[in-house]
């Protein structure tokens, strides 16, 4: 299967090129990562509308999670005291990226512990997509070993960084889209710096590692593959996600109920 194609002047036209000529090249290749997995996940990105409107559409601000963008995606009713299963199912479906990145992990034996952190990496992209790694570690926090979270926390810094020891390069796609002159932030250095000395530093660079499998157009993978390993590795809150009274509960709410008035 072939990887989801980027066209440049489609992505150029989707994000503006007024609005990329005022990015850094942070916000660039966050903007890329995102367009990427919308592609994959089929959410409307406005394709076909003319390149060059006089009038921009008011668009959310980027960072804007895609429950929360306006793309026409359905609120489905969730059950009461909702499991991870159900957020999957009403709420982060059709989650391909994530599904193919833990299928790699799963079929090429690596530890379960990675498959679930693949699983979990960026479902936070549907609340919201600033920051994800950070986000999308505390989301999970309380319900999985600390390597898992701080694999999903790193992961953002890390995958702007090689490691030939696992065969990780810088993105081919970053290369072609934003020209070879990317360097990251300060911010982001620090943390792979920080990242780089950490004893768990193989749990988040195997997240980058994984993802890059993440991208094939057409292949859907079915949840229930990961339902034994869910089981064994996520700490299933008994009042359900968002009931449990963790500091992140309020988190699951939202996930759950993004119509609530405030
Ligand atoms: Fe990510
Ligand atoms: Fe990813």
Not at 70 to 90: C, K, T, W
Not at 205 to 223: C, L, P, S
Not at 249 to 262: D, E, F, I, S
Request: proline share 6%; net charge negative.
């Amino acid at each position: 299967m072939a990887d989801v194609q980027v066209d440049r002047r489609k992505f150029l036209a989707t994000v503006g090129v007024g609005a990329l000529a005022t990015m850094n090249a942070e916000d660039k290749a966050e903007e890329l990562e995102h367009y990427m997995i919308d592609l994959l996940e089929g959410h409307d990105h406005g394709h076909g509308r003319p390149e060059h409107d006089e009038e921009q559409e008011v668009r959310a601000p980027r960072g804007t999670g895609n429950l929360f963008q306006a793309n026409g995606r359905e609120i489905s009713v969730m059950p009461d005291s909702p499991q991870l299963l159900d957020f999957y199912e009403h709420r982060f479906a059709p989650a391909r990226h994530v599904l193919q990145s833990a299928n790699h992990a799963l079929e090429t034996g690596q530890p379960e512990e990675t498959v679930l952190a693949c699983l979990l990496h960026d479902v936070v992209q549907n609340l919201i997509k600033v920051d994800h790694g950070w986000w999308g570690a505390q989301l999970i926090e309380p319900y999985v070993h600390e390597r898992i979270s701080w694999g999903i926390r790193y992961h953002g810094a890390l995958r702007f960084y090689p490691d030939d020891s696992v065969g990780y390069e810088y993105p081919d796609m970053y290369n072609r889209i934003f020209g070879e002159d990317y360097v990251p932030p300060k911010y982001i250095e620090d943390q792979y710096k920080e990242a780089r000395a950490h004893r768990y530093y193989m749990d988040s660079r195997m997240i980058t590692v994984n993802d890059t499998y993440g991208f094939e157009d057409g292949v859907d993978v079915d949840i229930g593959k990961f339902e034994d390993i869910i089981g064994r590795h996520w700490k299933a809150p008994k009042e359900g996600l968002g009931y449990d009274g963790s500091p992140v509960a309020h988190m699951w709410r939202t996930l759950q109920l993004p119509n609530t008035p405030l």
